[in-house]
């Protein structure tokens, strides 16, 4: 007799580019139950993907929430951080669950491949930033294999066609999440974040690298301290990938990645978008399976 896997209930908040790509990936989840997307323009295009999908829809936005909070227990917040600070008084209020898409930094910082066993009861989970979700499993595994770490800097670049109004509206949020995210999850004291928006036609992909100073006796433990974060990302992100190992150049250690992106609704060189994505289905996932260990 095969086990009935009993599913969370889901809704995603913001019907832009991101908020279509994270349907498509919720749909396919086999713990979650897409039960709405909401947001604010009755004629977007996420809103009429929803209901071709047979998804409930509103453009009402948080207000449609508050009226149905009963039917579901997790919200994708993929709206804008100072929205989420809104969103968020209603989230705590219908004692729903959380996951910020947005820098907003009010709830429990997560990066899957680091500390997603230690999220599991909270109520509201940020996802840092896009660059963040990229840059911050190489500065662990560094500063994991150093016996010192005295800085970090992390410049990522994108393709301007994935950079929305949203991320441009919260790229100085952005900055001061990741770097306080860069701190708290290496250890390090300084921090620096660089973002580059790329014109260039077509797409490039996201590639962001990370320079570390420190003390370290052996590069071949920095380079399998990476090699093994860089697995554990790719279990949630397939797309994530080294382009550069660490090498050592004028006293700093440097590591680049690429993230290409799925295809799901975003264009394959959206790595940026599609991280952040599959970060928040990980997040998703583990509470719902963790939920059903309980129950059972």
């Known amino acids: 007799m095969e086990a009935v ?3 969370k209930r889901a809704a995603i908040i ?13 749909m396919r989840s086999p713990h979650l139950d897409l039960k709405m997307v909401v ?41 804008s951080a100072q929205s989420h600070r809104i969103n968020d008084q209603f989230f705590r209020k219908a ?11 009010i709830g429990a910082i997560c990066v899957p491949s680091i500390n997603l066993d230690s999220i599991v009861a909270e109520r509201n989970v940020n996802l840092v930033t896009c660059g963040g979700q990229a840059s911050i499993p190489l500065a662990y595994a560094i500063a994991q294999a150093f016996d010192t770490l005295e800085y970090i800097e992390v410049a990522s670049t994108i393709a301007s066609d994935s950079a929305g109004m949203a991320t441009r509206e919260n790229i100085n949020q952005y900055i001061l999440t ?4 860069l701190r708290q999850f290496s250890g390090t004291g300084k921090s620096k ?10 797409g490039i992909n996201m590639q962001t690298t990370v320079f570390a100073k420190g003390r370290y ?18 279990r949630y992100v397939p797309g994530y990938e080294v382009v550069l190992e660490p090498v050592e150049s004028k006293g700093y250690l440097t590591v680049s990645v690429t993230v290409r992106g ?28 963790s939920w059903e260990r309980t129950a059972a």
């Open 95 to 105: 004692n729903l669950m959380a996951i910020d898409m947005t820098p907003a930094k």
């Open 39 to 79: 947001g604010r323009s009755q004629a977007s295009e996420g809103l009429s993907r929803a209901r071709d999908l047979g998804i409930a829809t509103s453009a009402e936005g948080i207000d449609f929430l508050a009226h149905h909070a009963s039917g579901i227990d997790i919200v994708f917040d993929a709206t």
């Open 5 to 7: 896997i009993s599913r």
């Open 217 to 234: 006796h052996s590069l071949e433990k920095v380079k399998a301290s990476v090699r093994e974060m860089v697995v554990r990302v790719q």
């Open 14 to 26: 913001g019907s832009g580019s991101i908020g279509i790509d994270l349907m498509y990936k919720a």
């Open 178 to 181: 990741t770097e306080q995210a």
């Open 262 to 289: 799925s295809g799901d609704y975003l264009p394959a060189y959206a790595g940026n978008l599609d991280i952040i994505n599959c970060a928040a289905i990980a997040v998703a996932e583990f509470n719902a399976v």
């Open 193 to 202: 974040a660089v973002l580059n928006i790329n014109p260039a036609k077509p």
